[in-house]
């Protein structure tokens, strides 16, 4: 590959006194003319690693620009399959409030999902109904087919978004180790802290 890509969400808004104020950063960069502005930019590696054993199956929770890691693990699962590699399992969930105004990436996926290397694509649009759907409820609703991931096909999980979105979704996975897996809520807890020392469990997430 000899582009980055970037996934931005431009920051605007209306404060309390009612006046609008835009991120300073996303602004800038949405700002820019293509083929003519430059930006300095440093590259930091992700903490997301593919399992060695390409079999292994992994689950991606992702809502908003959360995705974008995501995207690029899929990528990747796909040249491993175009170069005659078995490849385990690939399941997303992703959010946003509506899938007619932010859902990012939708043609890929659904490309994804057709050539066989997106297994299974969970949705949550939060604003679609009365009540607010996201995407550790769903995670929670397909409790043994998680556990069934990361136990019994010691599968990876990555989740990538916001802190409080990551906090929920590690206690909706402790709650899903503990009941399917029949474990004290201690003991929950000590499985997901040994899936995260094993590197099968990682976070990326900001405030």
């Not at 043609?107 to 999902?113: G, P």
Request: charged share 30%.
């Amino acid at each position: 590959p000899d582009t980055i890509h970037l996934t931005v969400a431009v920051t605007q808004g209306t404060r309390s006194d009612g006046t609008k104020f835009k991120g300073v950063c996303s602004s800038h960069l949405a700002g820019l003319v293509p083929g003519k502005d430059k930006v300095r930019v440093f590259n930091r590696p992700s903490t997301f690693r593919l399992p060695k054993d390409t079999t292994r199956p992994i689950l991606m929770v992702g809502p908003g620009t959360g995705v974008a890691p995501m995207r690029g693990l899929l990528q990747e699962r796909h040249h491993l399959k175009s170069k005659g590699k078995s490849v385990g399992e690939n399941v997303l969930y992703f959010g946003c409030k509506k899938s007619t105004e932010d859902f990012i990436y939708k043609d890929e996926m659904e490309a994804f999902e057709k050539d066989g290397i997106l297994t299974k694509l969970y949705l949550a649009f939060s604003r679609e109904q009365r009540e607010k759907v996201y995407v550790q409820h769903l995670l929670s609703k397909n409790a043994a087919e998680t556990w069934k991931l990361v136990n019994e096909e010691k599968g990876s999980i990555y989740v990538c978004g916001g802190v409080r979105m990551g906090h929920d979704v590690t206690e909706a996975l402790k709650e899903i180790v503990g009941n399917e897996g029949q474990m004290s809520a201690d003991k929950a807890k000590d499985y997901v802290a040994k899936m995260a020392m094993e590197g099968r469990f990682v976070q990326e997430l900001w405030a």
